[in-house]
């Protein structure tokens, strides 16, 4: 199994060496938002449906902190949520139709046919390809949380404690040269005056960005819907092929967990 040299590089650095001392990337910008804070984002992200709460989840008190701590946590959530439904709607769409032409091992076993649907493509990745995925994944999320306050040399102010959400922490801290700084705009363009957003347009671009998500949340799971349950989602109807494994056990073709509930 090939494994990204970018991946065991970032792994290896951000775990086995303590950073020397860099500029961090956090910001002295403090967030304290509250749940009226988000009725007035609602507002503005969607007058025709507004603020939209059923469980009541802005007065969770989530364990048991304050109403900023559990607002900065609910924001972080759909940003991040959303951003992972874009991926996962975008990616969908393009496997359906491509694939990689190179082999995908180093035996030279080829990517899955696009015979098969995404999820069954998924079900015929070796494991290790799978942990690989997850593997990765896993380590942008532990450098997102990555906080100054706990005596890190990199990371932002924690999004429930004043940190601002969805942003995601540079890669400064990384002891050796790296192909990019960050996630969004790795190139840099942001740092050139002729790119530079206003304050205006970087609030419009955001708002954007949580309805784009919350669409392709819709989308992604229309289409989980339709492969799993036949009819369910109408317009899909003869679009998606059926599929009759199980989309919340992504590990079931290699191993099974056995739960009281289950």
Not at 92 to 115: D, H, I, N
Not at 127 to 149: D, H, N
Request: charged share 20%.
């Amino acid at each position: 199994m090939k494994t990204p040299i970018v991946l065991s590089l970032l792994l290896g650095a951000a775990v086995a060496f303590a950073p020397a001392p860099r500029p961090t990337s956090g910001s002295a910008t403090r967030v304290q938002e509250k749940k009226a804070d988000l009725e007035d984002l609602a507002e503005k992200l969607n007058p025709a449906v507004g603020f939209f709460d059923p469980m009541d989840l802005a007065n969770g008190a989530f364990w048991n902190t304050n109403e900023e701590f559990t607002v900065g946590f609910l924001r972080h959530a759909e940003i991040k949520h959303g951003r992972v439904a874009m991926a996962a709607f975008v990616g969908y769409c393009v496997q359906s139709v491509w694939k990689f032409p190179w082999p995908m091992t180093l035996a030279g076993e080829p990517f899955p046919s696009l015979a098969l649907s995404p999820p069954e493509q998924w079900d015929a990745l070796p494991f290790a390809s799978k942990m690989q995925i997850v593997l990765f994944i896993g380590f942008l999320e532990w450098y997102s949380e990555l906080t100054p306050s706990e005596g890190s040399e990199a990371g932002l102010p924690h999004y429930c404690k004043g940190g601002v959400p969805g942003k995601y922490p540079t890669f400064d801290a990384i002891p050796h040269p790296m192909p990019f700084r960050r996630l969004y705009d790795p190139f840099g363009f942001q740092e050139l005056s002729k790119f530079k957003m206003s304050k205006e347009t970087k609030e419009r671009r955001l708002r954007t960005e949580i309805n784009n998500g919350r669409l392709a949340m819709l989308g992604i799971f229309g289409f989980l819907c339709e492969q799993t349950i036949p009819g369910s989602v109408p317009l899909l109807k003869d679009v998606v092929a059926p599929y009759s494994g199980e989309v919340m056990a992504p590990f079931s073709g290699d191993f099974s967990i056995v739960l009281p509930w289950m």
